[in-house]
């Protein structure tokens, strides 16, 4: 998977799709001058790349304080695993700056139009369609995994998701 579109036409894949946000990032923009949220935002990024690259999925894209992210099936367990990691990390992380954001992550497996979408000489890899919608969703505990999403792990990585977070299943 390429971040800048290449000659492949779109498709209709299954994947995992992953959102991320964070909580009171609102009151946060509010308070911080725009170099000091700029600085941290960047550094939001890096730490959500780096754990979603060293698992072998692909951000898609950055907003603001969100992230939208894609793995193929097969990496579930790669993915869900760095995925919680990432969370409790980056939730300490805020904690130690007194700062009162918590991050929030939804996974969710299902068929997508993947390829490249954009302006003209400017398209780039994204994903399209009602399973993406379905992701973005998820009821927002801090950790929601929809029942496809967690069908997608293996038995040793569902039993692993279980000891670690609380199960959140989409009914559709």
């Not at 954001?101 to 000489?121: S, T, Y």
């Not at 890899?125 to 009602?130: A, L, N, Q, S, T």
Request: include cysteine; charged fraction near 25%; aromatic fraction near 8%.
């Amino acid at each position: 998977m390429a971040t800048r579109a290449s000659r492949a036409p779109r498709a209709e894949r299954e994947l995992l799709i992953v959102f991320t946000d964070l909580t009171r990032f609102t009151a946060l923009a509010a308070r911080l001058d725009d170099g000091a949220l700029a600085k941290l935002v960047d550094q939001l990024y890096e730490r959500l790349h780096a754990a979603v690259s060293g698992a072998g999925g692909q951000v898609v894209k950055f907003i603001g304080d969100a992230m939208l992210a894609v793995f193929e099936p097969a990496k579930a367990d790669a993915a869900v695993t760095a995925l919680l990691r990432e969370k409790r990390a980056v939730d300490a992380w805020f904690q130690s700056r007194k700062i009162d954001c918590r991050l929030h992550v939804k996974v969710h497996l299902g068929k997508v139009i993947a390829g490249p979408f954009g302006g003209r000489g400017e398209k780039r890899f994204d994903v399209i369609g009602k399973e993406v919608n379905a992701c973005a969703r998820l009821p927002n505990p801090g950790f929601s995994l929809s029942a496809p999403a967690f069908r997608a792990l293996s038995a040793k990585g569902q039993a692993a998701f279980k000891q670690r977070a609380p199960v959140v299943y989409f009914l559709d």
